[in-house]
């Protein structure tokens, strides 16, 4: 590609899963795509070491809310950015709760957090998805659905009618509750495409529905609790929609609470964007059976009712987040509930290196195994689970298949947002 046009730099989220930073210049524009948080052992390029300064920098797309996408927006604006943040409808709706709550985990005041929310909400635009429109000096954009999470895109750039550019954002699968199945761009010159699976494959969507119904029905047998450690958002309403219907199914009518104030807000959210949920979904609604709530589901709002579930008895299954039990209430959670054995952990996501989560499935495997929570040490006694086929992201299979569904081949693929494995896994299957 001809420099004096287009410079792709990668800010984070090159080789590593979080962090997701890029950054484009086209026609002598600065287009950020993402500025998210690292997680785990992930390192991202501190800001002050930018090729640019955050005031020059003319817009920020966001492909989806999750922190590792959005989280250093603060910081960002913080340090001089005045542009256009442009997203989805629903992410917008969705991004002032996440930051929110990103916001309470850092040094700043609840004033001073509350001014920040403003000018967010003040920078912010959300787009229809499938429509394009103009930026200026000849580059249009178009945002198509991307799968992973309510709001999620993937972003298209036309520049100056002879170079396309495509980030994939985060691609989800098929079949994913609630959410449309990812639309497919028709092509382009360029693609910067995860690669997070791109060395496995998930189990199928009823494969895992099934396993989950009967590890539940063994788990609450002994009349132990179940802790999910799960994203407050999508992770959480996913798991709503598939214990539904695994109550219908088995008869395991035992409560299950959400304990996670953001969790309940994201799920209200969720509710409110009903035109934006797939035809089950619709339909589902429609018949009275709202796919995200239900009875026997419970929301721990306050935070004394928080401190009486952790002393109440079994069964229970409890969501509560971090989803990798790296602060929030899930840790108060495992604290109390580790180590007795009647109780089980089920992982339904990724675990990063240097998190709680990825210990905990780690050590739990090994003799007189245990893990550090909030500086104490806890012996993993309770049955610890992993079950696949709940990540948000496509596997290598799906990948695949997204590529070849577009129309022309891309130009060229530079592959982001996964280990070195995973990465070289992928190039060596020559999408």
């Not at 210049?25 to 800001?47: S, T, Y």
């Not at 945002?143 to 994939?168: M, N, P, Y």
């Not at 219907?245 to 609470?257: D, H, L, M, W």
Request: a negative charge; proline letters at 4%; aromatic letters at 8%.
């Amino acid at each position: 590609m001809e420099q004096d046009i287009l410079k792709l730099i990668h800010l984070g989220g090159e080789h590593t899963v979080t962090g997701s930073c890029h950054l484009l210049q086209a026609n002598g524009l600065n287009i950020m795509v993402d500025c998210g948080l690292a997680q785990g052992n992930d390192v991202i390029l501190p800001m002050k070491a930018w090729p640019v300064e955050p005031v020059e920098i003319d817009y920020l797309f966001l492909t989806h809310a999750h922190i590792d996408h959005i989280g250093r927006v603060p910081e960002l604006i913080a340090k001089g950015f005045k542009g256009e943040i442009i997203t989805s409808y629903p992410t917008r709706a969705i991004l002032a709760p996440m930051l929110e709550d990103a916001m309470g985990f850092t040094d700043m005041t609840s004033g001073a957090a509350a001014g920040m929310s403003e000018v967010i909400e003040e920078l912010s635009w959300g787009f229809e998805y499938n429509e394009i429109f103009d930026l200026k000096k000849g580059i249009t954009f178009k945002l198509g659905r991307a799968g992973h999470i309510l709001g999620s895109c993937w972003i298209q750039f036309d520049i100056s009618e002879h170079k396309t550019v495509v980030f994939s954002g985060d691609l989800g699968s098929k079949d994913t509750p609630v959410l449309c199945d990812p639309d497919v761009p028709e092509g382009c010159d360029l693609l910067i495409l995860e690669s997070t699976y791109g060395d496995r494959n998930h189990e199928g969507r009823a494969d895992r529905v099934k396993r989950l119904g009967e590890v539940l029905v063994r788990a609450v047998a002994d009349g132990g609790k179940v802790f999910i450690p799960a994203f407050s958002l999508g992770r959480t309403q996913e798991l709503i929609y598939e214990l539904d219907r695994i109550r219908q199914g088995s008869g395991v009518k035992v409560p299950v609470f959400i304990d996670s104030p953001l969790g309940l807000e994201i799920t209200k959210i969720y509710s409110g964007l009903s035109e934006y949920w797939d035809k089950e979904a619709k339909e589902l609604k429609a018949k009275g059976d709202h796919p995200i709530d239900f009875e026997g589901l419970y929301a721990v709002e306050h935070f004394r009712d928080h401190r009486k579930i952790l002393e109440m008895s079994g069964p229970a299954i409890i969501l509560a987040g971090s989803g990798m039990c790296t602060g929030g209430r899930i840790i108060e959670h495992l604290k109390a509930g580790i180590e007795d054995s009647r109780n089980d952990i089920f992982f339904v996501g990724y675990q990063a290196k240097g998190t709680a989560g990825r210990d905990i499935l780690k050590y739990s495997k090994r003799p007189g195994g245990y893990v550090m929570l909030e500086g104490e040490k806890f012996d993993i006694k309770a049955k610890v689970h992993r079950l696949g086929g709940y990540s948000a992201h496509a596997d290598q299979e799906g990948l695949i298949e997204w590529v070849k569904a577009m129309g022309e081949k891309p130009g060229r693929i530079k592959l982001v947002h996964g280990t070195k494995r995973a990465q070289e896994v992928l190039e060596d299957l020559r999408l």
